[in-house]
């Protein structure tokens, strides 16, 4: 199974400031249809997860553009331009390319 | 607007099967290009997929968890399920019903809010 590797594990940011996290996969994402098959999800406490990033850069429905989702083949990052209260939570990438999909560790977002 | 609806026992025996039921509404799940997935998270823990049933009833399970695991779907009722048998301690988890768009990169747009299952004498 691929494997979904994040940093860091948590992180503490000033609101107003910026924030980044990193995803790499143990294989590549891209298909052979030319997307690239990995999702960002955030979940805040005592939530399920909410879908913010599909095809490794398209935002989905209502996520604020301050969120913004990079990268290729094995290398994924995920951006919050300026972190506000509301964006305190886990953050998961998940590859959805090859069966089992499998999700990283989570990166803890908290604010200073 | 798609929702999910968790629902099953919270508290299962050892050695038992764990029975869950998602109840869609605001679309059909015999329908369109969709998965209807399971996934679960023990306390405190990550995120892991567990399998997922097509609107045909095709099936995918994970591998770590195949030999214990089917999924069906309740079209009458539009609900999806999830059986797991021969349960232990590590089976203790938050169990979450998620809508998988097929032909896309759109994956899990729609969640229920979880249920809670135990796995206790």
């Known amino acids: 199974e691929i494997v979904m590797t994040q940093t860091p594990l948590s992180l503490s940011v000033t609101p107003g400031q910026p924030a980044s996290i990193s995803c790499k996969s143990s294989?590549?994402?891209?298909?052979?249809?030319?997307?690239?098959?990995l999702c960002w999800y955030l979940q805040r406490a005592g939530q399920p997860p909410q879908l913010l990033i599909h095809g490794a850069s398209n935002r989905f429905s209502g996520v604020p553009d301050r969120f913004s989702g990079s990268g290729s083949g094995t290398d994924f990052t995920l951006k919050i331009s300026r972190v506000e209260a509301e964006d305190v939570g886990v953050y998961y990438c998940?590859?959805?390319?090859?069966?089992?999909?499998?999700f990283g560790q989570g990166t803890k977002l908290e604010i200073k | 607007q798609v929702q999910l609806q968790e629902s099953g026992p919270g508290l299962v025996k050892p050695s038992q099967t764990l029975s869950l039921t998602c109840t869609v509404s605001g679309g059909s799940i015999s329908s369109g290009d969709y998965y209807w997935s399971w996934i679960r998270q023990p306390a405190g823990k990550g995120l892991e997929w567990i399998g997922r049933i097509y609107t045909s009833g095709n099936t995918d399970y994970n591998p770590s968890l195949k030999s214990r695991v089917t999924m069906s779907l309740d079209t009458s009722k539009n609900q999806f399920s999830l059986k797991v048998t021969s349960v232990t301690a590590a089976d203790t988890a938050v169990y979450y019903c998620?809508?998988?768009?097929?032909?896309?990169?759109?994956?899990?747009?729609?969640w229920g809010q979880g249920a809670l299952v135990t796995v206790s004498s």
């Open positions: 998940m590859q959805c390319i090859q069966l089992p999909y499998t």
């Open positions: 998620a809508r998988d768009v097929g032909s896309s990169t759109l994956k899990f747009d729609y």
């Open positions: 294989q590549s994402l891209l298909h052979g249809d030319g997307q690239t098959y």
